[in-house]
């Protein structure tokens, strides 16, 4: 909730949130979502089950971990009471949330966990889209949903490999927007 009491306005705390270059989670992401396409060429289907259940559960933690090593505040803890940050973290505990959605479809359908998965933890891109106020979010949670549901279809036999493949795809098309818009954005402040 909104602290009124605040010292800083809500464009300062935008301002503040806004000049994070938000590579960490993509990171993680790209690296949680290139071990489960490869688990699920090598393991028994149960197995790589397991593997994204693990790895998808574990990528806010990297992302923590990675934070660390590129001093990105991920956490905001450089911007105390920070609305945005909340907004933000609000978000990826959403995500987290939609396992309740992904679990019962997987025991009624094992092959619809890289569906359900896929699709409902990218849902916090769009929100991230508003929050920053940039298109790329919109692009990661509409183009990946659209090509996760594609692949689901046309691929059966090798869906969690391909769905894997397109969020990789998606987070790497991603980092790079993300990096633009970083540049961008502290080129604008620089200026008089």
């Not at 693990?54 to 001093?71: E, M, P």
């Not at 105390?80 to 978000?91: A, E, K, T, V, Y």
Request: with cysteine; aromatic share 14%; charged share 10%.
């Amino acid at each position: 909730m909104y602290n009124p009491t605040s010292a800083l306005s809500l464009e300062v705390q935008w301002q503040q949130f806004a000049a994070s270059r938000f590579n960490t989670m993509p990171i993680a992401g790209t690296m949680a979502w290139s071990i489960i396409g490869i688990a699920s060429l090598v393991l028994p289907p149960h197995f790589a089950n397991l593997v994204i259940f693990i790895a998808t559960g574990s990528i806010f933690y990297l992302a923590l971990g990675l934070a660390k090593i590129t001093g990105e505040d991920l956490l905001g803890k450089k911007r105390p009471g920070n609305f945005f940050d909340r907004i933000f973290l609000s978000c990826v505990f959403m995500a987290c949330l939609v396992y309740a959605i992904a679990i019962p479809f997987f025991f009624i359908d094992r092959s619809s966990l890289p569906l359900t998965v896929g699709i409902l933890t990218g849902l916090m891109w769009i929100p991230f889209s508003i929050i920053v106020r940039h298109w790329v979010g919109l692009f990661h949670g509409i183009t990946r949903t659209a090509l996760i549901v594609v692949a689901w279809y046309l691929i059966p036999e090798y869906r969690t490999a391909a769905i894997s493949a397109i969020i990789v795809g998606v987070y790497a098309i991603t980092l790079v927007v993300l990096r633009q818009r970083h540049r961008a954005f502290h080129a604008a402040a620089a200026q008089p």
